[in-house]
Every structure is written in C-alpha cells, then in structure tokens.
C-alpha cells in the first residue's frame, strides 16, 4: 500500500492542524493505521493508532484529549485533528499502516513520505 500524508504546516501555539493519509494499493480496510512522529534530534514515537474496524483508537499520553484519529474508508485516508497544538508538537508527521494495530514502528510495514508541523510559541 501506497501512502500520502498531508496537511503539515505552521501554527501558533493553541492552534489547530488536520493532518491526511490517503492510501492506495491494497485494501484500505485491511489495515490498522497509525501516526508517528519525529521530533529533530529524537527517536520516532508513537502518536495514535486506530483499528481496521475504525472501532479502536488508541493515543499517546501526550496527546490524548487534544488529537483525535480518524478513518475514511470510503476515501480511503486517515485523518489527525491536532488541537490546542504546543512546541512541543513541533516533529515530522508519518503515518503508517499495518495489522493488527500496534504501538510500536516495527508493528507497522507501509509508511507515509511524512509531513512537518512547526508550532510556534
């Protein structure tokens, strides 16, 4: 599977991004998909996680209560609304696709080109 992540930029502190992934290749559906996200001089992380079904989401600590994960299988494309954006969120965004859903890189096999999101304080 073919991913495109979209929708990277600069924001002020307390501002909002919507970050996309389309995908294209094999079945969407048959995914669990994720985002990830490396800040310069750091290790990659993992951000959120969402299941095949779309019924499971799962978030990172640090996120969780300000990003929310989402999925399209009509568009097939999968979705990071990031609100109430920090510095700290300042990394490239990567999304990912694999299955079953996982927390860690390895779990995933397809990965997005990723996307920059610069907050500014």
């Known amino acids: 599977v073919q991913l495109q992540a979209s929708g990277g930029g600069l924001v002020q502190y307390g501002g909002s991004l919507r970050l996309s992934c389309a995908a294209s290749g094999r079945t969407f559906s048959g995914y669990a998909m994720a985002w990830f996200r490396q800040a310069p001089g750091k290790e990659r992380e993992f951000v959120a996680a969402?299941?095949?079904?779309?019924?499971?989401?799962t978030y990172a600590d640090s996120v969780k209560g300000r990003f929310t994960i989402s999925r399209d299988g009509a568009k097939n494309t999968v979705y990071l609304q990031m609100n109430s954006l920090k510095p700290e969120d300042t990394a490239v965004y990567y999304c990912a696709a694999g299955s079953p859903v996982g927390l860690s890189s390895s779990d995933y096999d397809y990965w997005g080109q990723g996307t920059l999101v610069t907050v500014s304080s």
């Open positions: 969402i299941s095949r079904s779309g019924g499971s989401t």
